[in-house]
C-alpha cells in the first residue's frame, strides 16, 4: 500500500505553471491491525486518537497531522471515535513508541454535543450515520483517561484540537458555570499542543525520537506542559516570563480572571509573545510562545500531500458521513483571520497573521480534483475563515507583530492595510478555466467592511462572485443592527451593511442569476435585551424585507472575549457592567423575538419539548467553533399582520388546513446547519 504517491503531471493556466499531484483516492492513514501488516510495519510511532469519523482531507486538521507525520518517515496508525464502554478499540493498534495524539475533533465536544439552549444535538455531521451517539462529552479527558485505563506507564499523551487549545489555561465553562483549570491537568496528559500545529507536532516528535539536532521539549514553541515549580528562564524566548493569576484566585474573583484573560490573549502574538506560567494546584502550567507562522511556500505543501478525499473504509457499513460532501472538493486559499469577532475562538486557535497559499499551489489542487472519480467539475468553496481576505495582509505586522493598541479592521479598516482583492480575482478566473471544472463557488464567509474600504477592486470582486461564484444566496454576517451591540461583537457599524446593500443593489444582475443576501444574525449576546431583539426586527423588516432565519443564540466558548463578558457581566473594554441574558428561556424568547419561531415573547413559562426521533441533516463542513448558526434556506419572509403571534392562523383559515400540514410535517425537509468555521487539530 503506497501512503504517499508522488507522481506528478504538469499543466499551464495562462502564464502559471502548475504541478498537479497524482493522488489515488483510495490509499489511507492506517487504522487497522490488516492495514499495518500490508506496509511491513509491527509497531507504530504515533496513534492518533480523535472524536471525528476518519476523513482524509486537507479541511481536517487531525488527518493533516498523520500526514506530516506520515511524509516525515514516522509510522502513524489512527483510531476514530473510540468505544469508551470496552477494551478492544482504543487497544486495538497496540501501544506507540513515541507519543499518543489525542483529540476531540474539529469542534469542542461540548459545543459538537449542545445547543446553546443546552439541549442534546441529535445530529452530527461528522460522524458516519448522521447520530450524535458516538462523541462523548469533554472528549479529550475521556479518551485521555481510556488510554491510562488500559495502558499503564505508556507513552506521553499530547493532547491536540480546538477543544485542548481553547481549554489551555484556566477558563470558563458555560456547561458547569464555573472556571475550570487547564485541560492538560484534568486530563492527567504529558503536553498540550496549541494552534495550528503542523511545525510543532513534527519537533515534538524529532524530540522524542531524540532526532540530532533536534529542539529540546522545552524550546518547542506552541506546546504547554506541567512543572512542579518555577522553570528557570528559557533563552529561547522573549523574556522576561509573564506569570498570570493563579487558578485558585481567578476561580473565585471574576476581577482577578478578566486580569488573567487580557495578559493572556496579549501574548498570542508569536513574533512578540512571552512565556506563560500558571499555577494551577502545587505545580505549574508552562505555555510556550505561538508557533511563528508558516511560509506561503510551506503553507503549500501540507495542501500538496497525498490526501484521498474519502472517508476510511472503516466506515462504510456504518453510513454516509454528511461533512464529507461539503468539505471534499473545496479549497482552502489562506490561514488566520484578523477579523477578531469577539465571539469567534478562531483568532485564538490560527492566529492574527494572514497566511495565503501561491496560486500554482491552489490551481494544483484543484486542477487534481479531475483524476477523483467522484468529481463531478464544482469546487464547492474557495476560501478561508474569510473568504476575501486572500493576498490581503499587514507588511508591518509580517514584521513587528500585530498592533497592542489596535486593531485590524475594527472600527474601521486600518490604513496601512492594503485592501486589494485583485490577487483573489485573478485566482478565480484561473480556477474557472482549469479542464474539467464546471463551476466554481465561494461559500466561505465575506467581510462586506473590506469589499467596501476596496476603491480599487472591491466592487469589481463583488460583481465577479454575483455573477460566477454565488448560487443564488451571497452569505453575509451583520448579527445585529444595534451599533452599541456591534461594538460589543467587534463588528462593523449597520451604517456599513446599509452601504453595502445599496453597493449589491446595484451590481445584482436582474436576470436568472439574480442573487439575494442571507443575513446570519444572533441574540442573547453579552449586552443584548428582548428590546434590541424586537428593534432587529422592526429593522429587518423595514430596511432588509425579510426576516432572517439563519439566527443563532450566542454559544459561550472558551477563551474569547464575549465569553469573558458574559461570565463577568462586564464590558471587557470598559469595564463598564452590561446586561447579560443567561436564563435558557428568555434566550430562546430573544430569538423568537426576529424568527417568529420558538417561545411567544408573551409567554412567561417555557412549553415541555416534544419528542421526536433524529431527523438527518444536510451540512455544510465542520462548524465554526463559536457555534453553529442554525439555518435553513433563506427565502424572503411574508409580513405578518400587527398583532399575529408566531403560528397564529391568518383570519378565514380552517383547522382542517393546519391539521393537513401537521399530518405532512415528516415529510419536510429538515433545516440545515450552516458550519462556518475550518480546520484544526
Not at 414 to 437: E, F
Request: glycine residues 6%; charged residues 25%; hydrophobic residues 30%.
Amino acid at each position: 500500500m503506497d501512503l504517499n504517491p508522488l507522481k506528478t503531471k504538469t499543466i499551464k493556466t495562462k502564464a502559471i505553471k502548475i504541478s498537479v499531484i497524482k493522488t489515488n483516492p483510495m490509499t489511507f492513514i492506517p487504522a487497522t491491525l490488516k492495514e499495518m501488516e500490508c506496509l511491513g510495519w509491527t509497531a507504530l510511532d504515533v496513534i492518533l486518537v480523535t472524536g471525528d469519523a476518519l476523513i482524509d482531507s486537507s479541511c481536517v486538521g487531525v488527518a493533516v497531522i498523520g500526514r506530516i507525520l506520515l511524509n516525515a518517515g514516522y509510522r502513524v496508525g489512527m483510531i476514530s471515535q473510540p468505544d469508551i464502554s470496552g477494551k478492544g478499540c482504543i487497544t486495538r493498534l497496540g501501544e506507540p513508541e513515541l507519543f499518543w495524539g489525542v483529540s476531540a475533533g474539529c469542534v469542542d465536544s461540548m459545543i459538537a454535543n449542545y445547543t446553546a439552549s443546552g439541549k442534546r444535538r441529535k445530529s452530527d455531521d461528522m460522524t458516519p450515520g448522521g447520530l450524535n451517539e458516538k462523541r462523548p462529552d469533554r472528549a479529550v479527558i475521556v479518551y485521555a483517561n481510556l488510554i491510562r485505563r488500559h495502558f499503564k506507564n505508556t507513552a506521553p499523551i499530547v493532547l491536540g484540537g480546538v477543544e485542548a487549545s481553547l481549554r489551555r489555561v484556566s477558563h470558563y465553562d458555560a456547561w458547569s458555570n464555573s472556571v475550570r483549570r487547564s485541560i492538560l491537568f484534568d486530563a492527567k496528559a504529558d503536553i498540550l499542543v496549541y494552534g495550528m500545529a503542523e511545525q510543532t507536532i513534527l519537533d515534538l516528535a524529532d524530540a522524542l525520537n531524540e532526532k540530532p539536532g533536534a529542539l529540546s521539549i522545552a524550546a518547542i514553541r506552541g506546546i504547554c506542559y506541567i512543572r512542579p515549580t518555577i522553570p528557570e528562564p528559557a533563552p529561547e524566548f522573549p523574556g522576561p516570563d509573564l506569570e498570570l493569576p493563579d487558578h485558585d484566585a481567578v476561580s473565585k474573583d471574576k476581577d482577578a480572571f478578566a486580569r488573567m484573560f487580557k495578559l493572556f490573549y496579549d501574548q498570542s502574538d508569536p513574533l512578540s509573545a512571552k512565556r506563560l506560567l500558571q499555577r494551577q494546584d502545587t505545580r505549574y502550567l508552562v505555555q510556550n510562545p505561538p508557533q511563528l507562522p508558516l511560509s506561503p511556500e510551506a503553507l503549500d505543501k501540507i495542501f500538496e500531500l497525498p490526501y484521498s478525499r474519502n472517508a476510511h473504509p472503516c466506515h462504510e457499513k456504518d453510513g454516509p458521513i454528511a461533512a464529507l460532501e461539503t468539505i471534499r472538493f473545496s479549497l482552502t486559499t489562506h490561514r488566520g483571520c484578523y477579523g477578531e469577532c469577539r465571539f469567534c475562538a478562531i483568532t485564538a486557535h490560527q492566529g492574527r497573521h494572514l497566511v495565503s497559499r501561491n496560486e500554482s499551489s491552489i490551481l494544483g489542487e484543484a486542477a487534481a480534483f479531475a483524476d477523483h472519480p467522484d468529481f463531478k467539475g464544482i469546487i464547492s468553496d474557495v476560501g478561508g475563515p474569510t473568504a476575501n481576505m486572500y493576498g490581503i495582509e499587514c507588511p508591518r505586522k509580517q514584521t513587528r507583530g500585530a498592533c497592542h493598541d489596535k486593531r485590524c479592521i475594527f472600527p474601521t479598516p486600518c490604513k496601512h492595510l492594503p485592501v486589494d482583492h485583485g490577487r483573489q480575482i485573478s485566482l478565480l478566473k484561473d480556477l474557472r478555466n482549469l479542464p474539467g471544472v464546471r463551476k466554481v463557488f465561494v461559500a466561505s464567509g465575506i467581510r462586506y467592511d473590506l469589499i467596501l474600504k476596496d476603491k480599487k477592486s472591491g466592487a469589481r470582486y463583488l460583481k465577479e462572485l454575483l455573477e460566477n461564484h454565488i448560487s443564488g444566496q451571497m452569505k453575509i454576517a451583520p448579527e445585529h443592527s444595534s451599533d452599541a451591540i456591534l461594538s460589543l461583537m467587534g463588528k462593523p457599524g449597520r451604517q456599513l451593511l446599509e452601504d453595502f446593500i445599496r453597493l449589491f443593489s446595484r451590481l445584482n444582475p436582474t436576470d436568472s442569476k439574480k442573487t439575494y443576501l442571507t443575513y446570519y444574525m444572533m441574540a442573547a449576546y453579552p449586552g443584548c435585551r428582548q428590546k434590541d431583539m424586537e428593534d432587529l426586527r422592526r429593522f429587518c423588516m423595514d430596511t432588509l424585507r425579510l426576516l432572517p432565519r439563519q439566527t443563532q443564540i450566542f454559544t459561550p466558548s472558551p477563551s474569547t472575549y464575549a465569553t469573558l463578558a458574559y461570565f463577568t457581566e462586564k464590558d471587557p473594554a470598559s469595564g463598564k457592567r452590561i446586561f447579560v441574558e443567561k436564563d435558557r428561556f428568555k434566550k430562546e424568547r430573544q430569538k423568537a423575538a426576529l424568527t417568529g419561531r420558538g417561545p411567544s415573547s408573551h409567554s412567561s413559562r417555557p412549553q415541555k419539548p416534544h419528542s421526536s426521533r433524529p431527523k438527518k441533516t444536510r451540512s455544510s463542513g465542520p462548524q465554526k467553533q463559536s457555534g453553529a448558526h442554525e439555518s435553513v434556506q433563506n427565502k424572503p419572509d411574508r409580513k405578518k399582520p400587527d398583532g399575529k403571534k408566531p403560528g397564529q392562523r391568518e383570519s378565514g383559515q380552517k383547522k382542517s388546513s393546519q391539521k393537513k400540514s401537521n399530518q405532512k410535517k415528516s415529510d419536510r425537509k429538515p433545516s440545515t446547519q450552516r458550519r462556518r468555521g475550518k480546520k484544526s487539530w
